[in-house]
């Protein structure tokens, strides 16, 4: 029962925050038709929760190890409620990104948090299993804000929709108040000195750096494309209508419920035979690249299927989080996951803004879309740079990474 009260709270605190991570790929027409906005526009709109969303990643790590998940991400939920409804509220674009940025910095620890919690309350062991089923509640929150976020816009707009989210996060707010237990772990005060050290830490740790490249490559360009421009892709490239197109990607984000469950236990099984995480990590990765290869050349007959291959393995790098938090003390579990959060989700930002500015270069078709070698271009390069990361890591010399306590 304790196990239920510190995962399901925190896993619908991250059930939100993919909520509005993703649901911008579906509205994207409402606020290109409504508001005049370009690829450029809407790449810089939605990017601009990541850029907050980084910005407080390392604030974040000291905030987690001072106070803890529970009273840290309760606080933030606030700004994502105020974010939510400044966003519906908007009537051009500075509006709009305030309102998105203030949604970044509010759900900044909805993942962070609950990773934190899990090395407080369960055996290290069995972080890789948690934090797959963490991604795979996320996964429900992608499902909702695809198919069902194009019904509920048959009831309402997407100023309704953001409206509605606000209240439904004060609510996720107040459940994890009232039914997280207090915390068996003692919090260490630190002076201002010693946090700065253990950031420092990080930061120059090998083992961080070996294993920061590969998932910060594979975590951008999947952020990225799920989070806008899978939807504008079926639609330009794949020449599906609106509605067909949001069935498509609530396919999508069911196979990264069903990948990242599957990905966590069978990360775990194969840790019990003395196959790492990293291992896993590397394999899940190397899956995850040919299905973007098929897709960035539009080789699939239905293009479905290497959609359905990108659902599935494109958030098990991921995983790679809990090998991180095997190998630092307990002490320093908020920076070091938070630590490689602010590089993964800065890639997001980049690489969702960038894509944008890529798909620009070529001049807009009469339908408002973009042609295909547009978004070739754009998915090719973060594809470039997803493989540049796993030769980084097959050649980076470092001992195996080793469990701290």
Not at 42 to 47: E, K, N, Q, R
Not at 190 to 195: C, I, R, V
Not at 339 to 364: E, K, V
Request: aromatic share 12%.
């Amino acid at each position: 029962m304790t196990a239920l009260r510190v995962f399901i709270p925190f896993a619908l605190g991250f059930f939100v925050s993919y909520v509005f991570r993703v649901v911008n790929a579906v509205i994207a027409p409402d606020l290109t038709a409504e508001l005049g906005l370009d690829a450029a526009d809407l790449g810089l709109l939605t990017s601009a929760y990541f850029l907050t969303f980084a910005a407080f990643q390392i604030p974040l790590g000291i905030l987690l190890d001072r106070y803890g998940p529970k009273r840290t991400e309760v606080g933030l939920l606030a700004f994502a409620a105020l974010g939510a409804l400044v966003f519906s509220r908007a009537e051009g674009m500075a509006g709009l990104v305030v309102g998105r940025a203030l949604i970044g910095l509010g759900v900044s620890s909805c993942l962070m948090a609950a990773f934190t919690a899990y090395v407080s309350w369960f055996p290290k062991e069995r972080l890789p299993l948690l934090n797959g089923c963490q991604m795979a509640f996320g996964g429900l929150g992608a499902l909702t804000a695809t198919a069902p976020v194009e019904w509920a816009l048959g009831f309402t707009d997407w100023r309704g929709l953001f409206a509605g989210s606000a209240v439904f996060t004060l609510l996720v707010a107040a459940l994890i108040t009232a039914v997280v237990p207090r915390e068996t772990v003692e919090r260490v005060r630190e002076p201002a000195s010693a946090k700065l050290q253990g950031i420092t830490h990080v930061f120059t740790s090998a083992v961080f750096w070996r294993i920061a490249p590969i998932t910060v490559a594979s975590q951008a360009t999947f952020l990225a494309i799920q989070g806008l421009w899978s939807g504008p892709w079926l639609r330009d490239v794949g020449g599906l209508d609106r509605s067909a197109a949001a069935d498509h990607l609530f396919l999508i984000a069911l196979c990264m419920v069903a990948g990242m469950a599957a990905a966590g236990w069978i990360t775990d099984r194969l840790g019990r035979i003395g196959i790492s995480t990293m291992t896993s990590v590397v394999a899940f990765t190397a899956v995850f690249m040919v299905g973007q290869t098929v897709i960035a050349f539009n080789w699939a007959d239905p293009i479905l299927l290497p959609w359905l291959a990108f659902g599935l393995f494109g958030n098990t790098g991921v995983l790679a989080f809990a090998a991180l938090s095997q190998s630092f003390p307990r002490h320093l579990a908020g920076r070091v996951v938070t630590a490689l959060n602010l590089l993964a989700i800065l890639g997001a930002w980049a690489a969702q803004w960038g894509m944008g500015l890529i798909i620009n270069l070529w001049p807009a078709l009469p339908s408002g879309g973009y042609p295909p070698p547009a978004y070739r271009a754009a998915f090719l390069l973060m594809l470039a740079l997803q493989v540049l990361a796993v030769a980084w890591y097959a050649a980076f010399r470092h001992p195996p990474v080793k469990s701290v306590d």
